[in-house]
């Protein structure tokens, strides 16, 4: 499976992006998507992940309520529709995917098998 993240850009304080992932190769199983971010001198961390239906979501505590999660699995893609950003929201933002069983969604980095190549995501104060 591959992976092609898009829609990183330059926005300010309170703006909103909408990142996209699109999924080719062997998408035929189900699989569970997640986005996560790495800001310069600091480690991946988790933003969002989405099951297979689409019915569960998980967000981590810094973009919750802010950030929405959504996929389209006729389309076979996955979107982060983020709203009131943040300086500290700048970061390079990576989709990532596993094949999954129905129901489940995962938080950690190990978990995924397969990541896209990241998209920059700068916000100016």
């Known amino acids: 499976v591959q992976l092609q993240a898009s829609g990183g850009g330059l926005v300010q304080t309170g703006g909103s992006l909408r990142l996209a992932c699109v999924a080719s190769g062997r998408t035929g199983s189900m699989y569970a998507m997640g986005w996560f971010r790495q800001a310069p001198g600091k480690e991946r961390e988790f933003v969002a992940a989405i099951s297979w239906g689409g019915t569960k979501t998980l967000y981590s505590d810094s973009v919750k309520g802010r950030f929405t999660i959504v996929r389209d699995n006729a389309e076979n893609s996955v979107y982060l529709q983020m709203n009131t950003l943040k300086p500290e929201d700048t970061a390079i933002y990576y989709c990532?995917?596993?094949?999954?069983?129905?129901?489940?969604?995962?938080?950690?980095?190990?978990?995924?098998?397969?990541w896209g190549q990241g998209t920059q995501v700068t916000v100016s104060s």
């Open positions: 990532a995917a596993r094949r999954t069983v129905a129901g489940a969604y995962y938080y950690t980095a190990p978990e995924y098998h397969y």
